[in-house]
């Protein structure tokens, strides 16, 4: 099959960030959220065949629970099925995962 667009490319990863800001937002460590801690961390991985593999933490948030909440919503997200010309082809996707204490939760696409 040919290769995805670019556009199709950048829309299946910007469907597997909001998997995983998804599952961020539900393991959001409460001792976190009661301290206030909020950040960033940006974590990136490998997708390949539906397959992530090589999660790591590619910059910390400054605090290590919300940095290992990133690693471990990467770890448990549900992906996207792969569209149709994805197959056998590697993706490194990076997802900055946002921690804001006292807000909502709640993740709109931007």
Not at 31 to 57: H, K
Not at 64 to 93: K, T
Request: glycine share 8%; proline share 10%.
């Amino acid at each position: 099959p040919p290769a995805p667009s670019q556009g199709e490319v950048d829309a299946f990863r910007l469907a597997m960030r909001n998997a995983v800001q998804g599952v961020a937002n539900r393991v959001y460590p409460q001792a976190a959220q009661m301290a206030r801690e909020g950040g960033t961390p940006e974590i990136t991985f490998t997708y390949r065949n539906g397959v992530v593999s090589d999660i790591a933490l590619a910059h910390s948030s400054g605090f290590p629970l919300l940095d290992q909440a990133a690693l471990q919503a990467a770890r448990i997200a549900h992906y996207p099925p792969p569209p149709a010309g994805f197959s056998g082809r590697v993706y490194d996707v990076t997802v900055v995962v946002i921690f804001r204490p006292g807000a909502s939760q709640d993740f709109d696409a931007d």
